[in-house]
């Protein structure tokens, strides 16, 4: 794994991986974003960042600054490369990237049911602060969100 961990790197995300990105959400989200979500993203000038090695896209981060706080959008880990410590490199890439921007704290927003990103979360440092009842679409209605934010 340090040898996989080596050749992968974290770039900008360009308007040209947006079809392998879409890809990706499609396989591990059961109410994936649109390709405009992406598009617009990317137009809106958000930070986005993707995790690849030469023949594979891992993931995925999109996060929005402003002055004193960033939100991260969405991350995103194709199946076959989760449970591998991608997600956190990515996490911590996007926490980085919002202290560089003097960022005070970063939220994200977690579904109730994903207890693997909610225990990376918190593992990071993120803690529990508010939950939007109804936020995401669920199969059977809607499902809260819980807000998570790390003080910088």
């Known amino acids: 794994?340090?040898?996989?961990?080596?050749?992968?790197?974290?770039?900008?995300?360009?308007p040209a991986d947006l079809?392998?990105?879409?890809l990706v959400e499609r396989e591990i989200f059961l109410f994936p974003w649109s390709p405009g979500n992406f598009a617009d993203s990317l137009k809106a000038g958000y930070t986005c960042q993707i995790l690849e090695q030469p023949d594979s896209l891992i993931g995925y981060g999109?996060?929005?600054?402003?002055?004193?706080?960033?939100?991260?959008?969405?991350?995103?880990?194709?199946?076959?490369?989760q449970n591998k410590g991608w997600g956190k490199k990515m996490l911590l890439h996007?926490?980085?990237?919002?202290?560089?921007q003097n960022a005070k704290s970063v939220f994200l927003d977690v579904r109730e049911s994903n207890?693997?990103?909610?225990?990376?979360?918190?593992?990071?440092g993120f803690q529990h602060v508010a939950t939007r009842k109804g936020y995401y679409p669920a199969m059977c209605g809607r499902e809260d969100a819980r807000v998570m934010q790390l003080v910088l």
């Open 115 to 124: 207890h693997s990103a909610a225990l990376l979360y918190q593992k990071t």
């Open 19 to 22: 079809e392998r990105v879409i």
């Open 94 to 100: 996007l926490i980085a990237l919002a202290k560089a």
């Open 62 to 81: 999109i996060m929005m600054m402003s002055p004193e706080e960033a939100h991260i959008l969405t991350l995103g880990i194709a199946a076959d490369w």
């Open 1 to 14: 794994m340090i040898t996989q961990q080596q050749d992968a790197v974290i770039r900008a995300m360009l």
